[in-house]
């Protein structure tokens, strides 16, 4: 999407469910689960990321509880998880724990107690993963609408 494209989704309503791509776009306010969320620049996909998924285990902790415990696709999971370390067959070094508390605040976001959303991925990956917690909780794309800045 170019900065025209772009432009032309300014104060625009879309759901989920719609096929757009959103990297350099800013959510300016979101609804959903009967509530409205309003989000700065500053804050971002990051941010509204969290807040739905945030209101996602309002509506059924077990089920991102469960989730989370079996750390589906990398997401979720109920610990922040070393993966760089992991991913590149480090698993055990002693420094993984270390490095993954480091990283909670910034790559980590404690959901609840135990549950930890991984945040330190591209727009597109976070609509993806919120499309996939939406099928999970079976709800309707539609259901949540963001307005762009």
């Not at 993966?83 to 993954?100: D, I, L, Q, S, T």
Request: proline share 3%; charged share 25%.
């Amino acid at each position: 999407m170019n900065s025209t494209e772009r432009n032309l989704w300014h104060n625009q309503r879309i759901t989920l469910g719609d096929d757009i791509d959103l990297s350099g776009t800013k959510p300016f306010k979101a609804s959903f689960n009967g509530k409205i969320f309003t989000f700065t620049r500053q804050q971002g996909w990051k941010k509204f990321y969290e807040t739905i998924v945030k209101e996602l285990y309002k509506i059924n902790p077990n089920l991102l509880a469960e989730n989370a415990a079996s750390q589906i696709e990398f997401f979720i999971s109920d610990e922040p998880v070393c993966w760089g370390y992991w991913a590149f067959g480090n698993a055990g070094n002693p420094n993984c724990e270390k490095v993954a508390e480091n990283y909670k605040d910034d790559w980590w976001t404690e959901i609840a107690e135990n549950i930890f959303l991984y945040t330190k991925n591209r727009t597109a990956r976070k609509i993806e993963n919120l499309r996939q917690l939406f099928d999970m909780y079976k709800l309707n794309y539609s259901a949540l609408t963001i307005v762009l800045y």
